[in-house]
């Protein structure tokens, strides 16, 4: 009995929110739509806050099983890999397009500075990432697996972008054609890596860190390092007598120590970087640098 009252509030919520946004539904309203005293809402939900962060997990949830069972289905259809995926792309667009209140538009709201619902937009950003990552692994085999890690960051960002024109209504395509399109653009990106085989620019090492879980300072002095090895390598390419690539790879070592020591000599790390940024060629990575050694977010 008790769950199902739970349930009940939870759904209501859920559709209460969707309809009126965030600030508009009060508890009265919810309590009023489930036929309840405002006082039995706080028997299961301490607060608004908590109310939301539950019925944020709870739409999050279902898509996600519903996802499960599109796979099922697909199985039993007997579709293909990429029929599949195109099948979970357009449910996710729908979807994120009839819940975009607990999808896309939260960040905007004051919740979104609340601890405990932060702690869940944290755990839903770890499962959607899981996901997408075993999307385009079904769909694209194990080829496309040293450079799954960029395919993910590309294809959410493809998902995000559109789902933004769509939400302004400027996109005339039914779900359907728009996912058809979104898999074939993929198509081309993982094409376009099996063919070219570039270095990977996102791997495991950095692809859980986002604006919820910021990097670690051992994890940005690993990025300085390598940073200092591209530079390294692009010194040995430059058309310059063999001497100068030996002065200007000797001054890449030096800067290479001193942005690895706990202590930082800022004033020798300037004089390095300014006499390797005398080389045109050079110049974008003493600038990503900079950036990397700065202090701003």
């Not at 692009?234 to 001054?251: A, F, G, H, M, Y």
């Amino acid at each position: 009995m008790e769950d199902a009252k739970k349930t009940k509030i939870l759904d209501t919520a859920i559709c209460l929110f969707r309809e009126k946004g965030y600030s508009a539904a009060s508890m009265q309203d919810i309590a009023e739509a489930c036929g309840m005293a405002k006082a039995s809402i706080y028997k299961f939900f301490s607060s608004k806050e908590e109310l939301f962060t539950a019925a944020f997990v709870a739409c999050h949830q279902t898509m996600l099983e519903h996802a499960v069972r599109l796979d099922d289905e697909g199985t039993l259809l007997n579709l293909t890999p990429k029929q599949k995926l195109q099948r979970k792309i357009e449910f996710q667009l729908q979807y994120t397009v009839d819940n975009h209140l607990f999808m896309i538009d939260f960040k905007e709201l004051p919740i979104a500075t609340n601890e405990h619902f932060i702690a869940a937009w944290k755990r839903k950003k770890a499962a959607l990432q899981a996901w997408r990552r075993e999307l385009i692994l079904e769909a694209y085999g194990e080829r496309i697996e040293p450079y799954i890690w960029d395919v993910v960051t590309l294809f959410r960002g493809i998902l995000l972008e559109y789902l933004s024109y769509v939400k302004q209504r400027v996109i005339a395509l039914p779900m359907s054609e728009l996912a058809a399109f979104i898999v074939g653009r993929l198509d081309a990106l993982t094409d376009d890596f099996i063919r070219t085989a570039p270095a990977p620019v996102i791997d495991s090492s950095n692809a859980h860190f986002n604006y919820l879980n910021p990097s670690s300072a051992p994890a940005r002095q690993a990025t300085i390092s390598q940073l200092i090895a591209l530079l390294d390598d692009d010194i040995r390419k430059l058309s310059k007598p063999e001497q100068t690539r030996e002065e200007l790879l000797n001054v890449s070592a030096k800067l290479g120590q001193e942005c690895a020591r706990l202590t930082r000599d800022t004033t020798l790390i300037r004089v390095l970087a300014s006499y390797l940024n005398a080389v045109p060629d050079l110049r974008p990575h003493i600038r990503q640098l900079h950036y990397l050694l700065s202090d701003h977010s």
